[in-house]
């Protein structure tokens, strides 16, 4: 319905860690799922991770072992737990919401990983 706010990135160096959170201001009762997408430089927009709201999860295979995604029903938010960083997880990453009406996104959150 509205767009989601989305906080959490940041400028990090490699190995370390970043949690980015997205609140949707829609009932839970309307959200098929969430997600979270990135736009590297000069890229378009991939998947990063995504989980329903039974709990399934779907991951990009470039963040599989470091990346973590949950949600919290309760406060309708997505988060995603970025560990062991790398410079090429750079770009700004974009909470998606998948509702039963349609999809929106988020203004996109800058995450910059420096070797």
């Known amino acids: 319905q509205v767009q989601p706010v989305e906080s959490g990135g940041g400028l990090v160096q490699a190995g370390g860690s970043l949690r980015l959170s997205c609140a949707a201001s829609?009932?839970?009762?309307?959200?098929?799922?969430m997600g979270w997408y990135r736009q590297a430089p000069g890229k378009q927009r991939e998947l990063v991770a995504t989980?329903?709201?039974?709990?399934?999860?779907n991951y990009a295979e470039w963040v599989k072992g470091r990346f973590t995604i949950s949600r919290d029903n309760a406060k309708n938010t997505v988060s995603l737990q970025m560990n062991m960083l790398k410079p090429e997880d750079t770009g700004v990453y974009y909470c998606?919401?998948?509702?039963?009406?349609?999809?929106?996104w988020g203004q996109g959150t800058q995450v910059t990983v420096s070797s």
């Open positions: 829609v009932s839970i009762s309307n959200i098929k799922a």
């Open positions: 989980i329903s709201t039974g709990g399934s999860t």
């Open positions: 998606n919401v998948i509702l039963w009406t349609g999809v929106v």
